[in-house]
């Protein structure tokens, strides 16, 4: 799906004949709806006026304009993807959640509240940007992703100072396995020094040992150089790689829906893991720029090679990395790197196609009565395709936990 789409097609809901997509934008939202108060920033209540009242209010909640304008852009973008996914006006999406009306994996479902199989998307954001993933094309394949930014050195700088970086590494004892830890604590990627050299873990050597800051570490290039560096070097490098482990953990659990309560967190874990090189930073006249996008890491649940699995990790800016987890009958599929979106050419554009089409949202009550009315195609009980319909609305009871019905 190209999101520099203009046009809008009517399709009916997936068939299985449809090509399968799957898309991966990114909204910077940093830059967007200036201003105190998300009611009155610039531009802001046109966004607001297409989504639901309950997103509004829940954006409106929030304390901070930052946080409140990448919850607009997580609305927008869920919205253009079911939208564009199942061909449906954009006063037609509805969003509910899987399995827990709360904590559950938001999903789209139709007039009647039931979860629409064939499609799944996730989101995140983090300091000022949004992420999606939307699989638009066969049942049963499921998508995560997860934002992180590697700038919150800070908090973990003083634990390192204090306790070293296995310090910091073991107050995530709960979340990942014994060798992933050492892999963390005692394995390096790759050291960028000063000047921008890059040292190989080949050259780095056992350096890759220490955990201490400050200390004075030397080594031999491939050159022949010998040449010295600080320690706080080797531990950037391994926070960078800690953070990889963390995003990718992260995006399979919201692959899954779980969330916080997986009981399985500890027994998912990441091999053959590997920190993307960063992007630019945005600097005045600039935009920030990609980095490397990483797609080999290898994933095992209780000791178990995944094999229907397909992760990456992509590097933007200096300081951030966005991870994509994809699950299902996939084979051959590649993860495309991320496309970032234009918030009027790609997103509002859209929204007002489709809203010369319906102009209001309706309640579920009134879509449903108005499909009896009027006669809507999607309506149940109308003609023979209703079969087909509701054959391919997944029953709800099955959609409610995807991930555990799979292995468990
Ligand atoms: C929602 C949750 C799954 C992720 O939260 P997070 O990392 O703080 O936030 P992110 O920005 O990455 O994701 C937020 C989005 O996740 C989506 N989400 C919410 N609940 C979800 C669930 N159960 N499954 C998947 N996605 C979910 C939502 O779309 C939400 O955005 P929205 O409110 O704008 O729609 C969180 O509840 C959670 O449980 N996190 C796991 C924390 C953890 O154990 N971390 C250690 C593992 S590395």
Same mark, same amino acid.
């Given at each position: 799906?190209?999101?520099?789409?203009?046009?809008?097609?009517?399709?009916?809901?997936?068939q299985?004949?449809?090509?399968?997509?799957?898309?991966?934008?990114?909204?910077?939202?940093?830059?967007?709806?200036?201003?105190?108060?998300?009611?009155?920033?610039?531009?802001?209540?046109?966004?607001?006026?297409?989504?639901?009242?309950?997103e509004?209010?829940?954006?409106?909640?929030?304390?901070? =304009?930052?946080?409140?304008r990448?919850?607009?852009?997580?609305?927008?973008?869920?919205?253009?993807?079911i939208? #564009?996914?199942?061909?449906?006006?954009?006063?037609?999406?509805?969003?509910?959640?899987?399995g827990? /009306? $709360?904590?559950? #994996?938001?999903c789209?479902?139709?007039?009647?509240?039931r979860? =629409?199989?064939?499609?799944?998307?996730?989101?995140?954001h983090?300091?000022?940007?949004?992420?999606? =993933?939307?699989?638009?094309?066969?049942?049963?394949?499921?998508v995560?992703t997860? =934002?992180?930014?590697?700038?919150?050195?800070?908090?973990?700088?003083q634990?390192?100072?204090?306790?070293?970086? *296995?310090?910091?590494? *073991?107050?995530?004892?709960?979340?990942?396995?014994l060798?992933e830890?050492?892999?963390?604590?005692?394995?390096?990627?790759?050291?960028?020094?000063?000047?921008?050299?890059?040292?190989?873990?080949?050259?780095?050597?056992?350096?890759?040992?220490?955990?201490?800051?400050?200390?004075?570490?030397?080594c031999?290039?491939?050159?022949?150089?010998?040449?010295?560096?600080?320690?706080?070097?080797?531990?950037?490098?391994?926070l960078?790689? &800690?953070?990889?482990?963390?995003?990718?953990k992260e995006?399979?659990?919201?692959?899954?829906?779980?969330?916080?309560?997986a009981?399985?967190?500890k027994?998912?874990?990441?091999?053959?893991?590997?920190?993307?090189?960063?992007?630019?930073?945005a600097?005045?006249?600039?935009?920030g720029?990609?980095? /490397?996008?990483?797609? *080999?890491a290898?994933?095992?649940?209780?000791?178990?090679?995944?094999?229907?699995? $397909?992760?990456?990790?992509?590097? &933007? /800016?200096?300081?951030?990395?966005?991870?994509?987890?994809?699950?299902?009958?996939i084979?051959?599929?590649?993860?495309?790197?991320?496309? #970032?979106?234009?918030?009027?050419?790609?997103?509002?554009?859209?929204?007002r196609?489709?809203?010369?089409?319906?102009?209001?949202?309706?309640?579920?009550?009134?879509?449903?009565?108005?499909?009896?009315?009027?006669?809507?195609?999607?309506?149940?009980?109308?003609?023979?395709?209703d079969?087909d319909?509701?054959?391919?609305?997944?029953?709800?009871?099955?959609?409610l936990?995807?991930? /555990?019905?799979?292995?468990?």
């Amino acid at each position: 799906m190209n999101p520099g789409f203009s046009g809008f097609e009517t399709k009916s809901y997936p068939q299985l004949d449809d090509e399968p997509e799957l898309v991966t934008w990114l909204l910077d939202t940093r830059t967007l709806w200036p201003g105190d108060n998300i009611w009155t920033a610039k531009g802001a209540a046109y966004a607001m006026g297409l989504i639901s009242l309950e997103e509004q209010n829940a954006i409106a909640s929030k304390m901070f =304009i930052a946080d409140a304008r990448m919850s607009l852009g997580s609305a927008l973008l869920k919205r253009l993807f079911i939208s #564009k996914a199942l061909g449906i006006s954009w006063t037609e999406v509805r969003l509910a959640r899987k399995g827990n /009306e $709360k904590h559950g #994996k938001p999903c789209a479902v139709d007039n009647y509240g039931r979860p =629409i199989s064939g499609i799944d998307f996730n989101v995140s954001h983090q300091n000022g940007l949004v992420s999606l =993933i939307g699989w638009d094309g066969c049942d049963d394949v499921m998508v995560g992703t997860d =934002i992180v930014c590697v700038n919150e050195r800070e908090t973990a700088r003083q634990t390192i100072d204090e306790e070293g970086f *296995d310090g910091w590494v *073991d107050i995530y004892d709960a979340v990942f396995s014994l060798e992933e830890r050492w892999s963390m604590k005692y394995d390096v990627d790759a050291v960028t020094l000063l000047d921008g050299t890059r040292l190989s873990a080949h050259e780095i050597g056992r350096n890759d040992r220490c955990i201490q800051p400050n200390q004075e570490l030397t080594c031999t290039k491939k050159t022949g150089e010998e040449i010295t560096f600080s320690s706080e070097l080797l531990i950037d490098a391994k926070l960078r790689r &800690f953070y990889t482990y963390f995003t990718l953990k992260e995006a399979y659990i919201k692959l899954a829906g779980e969330g916080l309560l997986a009981p399985w967190l500890k027994q998912l874990e990441f091999f053959n893991v590997r920190s993307p090189r960063p992007g630019t930073v945005a600097r005045c006249s600039t935009h920030g720029t990609w980095g /490397e996008e990483v797609d *080999d890491a290898e994933v095992k649940l209780h000791g178990r090679h995944v094999n229907d699995v $397909k992760m990456k990790v992509q590097a &933007f /800016e200096e300081d951030f990395m966005i991870s994509c987890a994809i699950q299902g009958n996939i084979q051959g599929l590649k993860i495309p790197a991320f496309q #970032k979106l234009h918030l009027d050419k790609d997103v509002l554009n859209i929204a007002r196609d489709t809203l010369e089409r319906k102009d209001s949202f309706m309640s579920p009550a009134e879509a449903i009565e108005q499909d009896l009315n009027k006669g809507n195609d999607k309506s149940p009980n109308k003609d023979t395709s209703d079969i087909d319909y509701f054959r391919s609305v997944a029953d709800v009871e099955s959609l409610l936990s995807p991930w /555990e019905s799979r292995y468990w």
